[in-house]
């Protein structure tokens, strides 16, 4: 896998970050930002596109006490100024059974079924876990 750019930590008590995006999945953030202004991901639990992460303009998902946010994205743009922050969110139901993994946003050609925002580039998010390893006491 390429190199990759982690999420700052979003939940209580957490140091670590549960989220990286590929450098792919960044160029095409780039450039989506150019279109949309500021975004937003909420993983899917399940409807749509199985359980794909989602890309909506920031604010037009609506999230509430029944999600949590996983991290934070800085995005910058390709001569490193800052652009913004892309908040990455899930559902507190969902989450339970992801607690133990790390995710990592990719992207790949091929149009998914959902509505998030990347359909029209014929490109589409997908997400890449590997279990988390936590320190024993």
């Known amino acids: 896998m390429s190199s990759v750019t982690e999420t700052s930590a979003a939940i209580a008590g957490e140091d670590f970050s549960r989220v990286a995006f ?7 953030l780039r450039k989506l930002w150019s279109i949309h202004g500021p975004l937003m991901f909420h993983q ?5 596109d199985g359980s794909s992460p989602m890309c909506y303009p920031a604010g037009e998902f609506r999230t ?5 946010r ?5 995005l910058d743009d390709s001569e490193g100024q800052k ?18 993994t790390k995710l990592t946003v990719d992207v790949v050609t091929g149009r998914g079924s959902g509505f998030s925002v990347e359909a029209p580039e014929g490109k589409r998010f997908l997400i890449r876990s590997e279990i988390i390893e936590f320190p024993t006491a």
């Open 44 to 48: 899917s639990g399940g409807c749509c």
């Open 83 to 100: 652009l913004g922050d892309i908040d990455f969110w899930m559902s507190k139901e969902q989450f339970e059974y992801w607690k133990h």
């Open 22 to 28: 590929t450098e792919q999945s960044l160029e095409l």
């Open 64 to 68: 509430g006490d029944a999600d949590i």
């Open 70 to 74: 996983l991290g934070v994205l800085q």
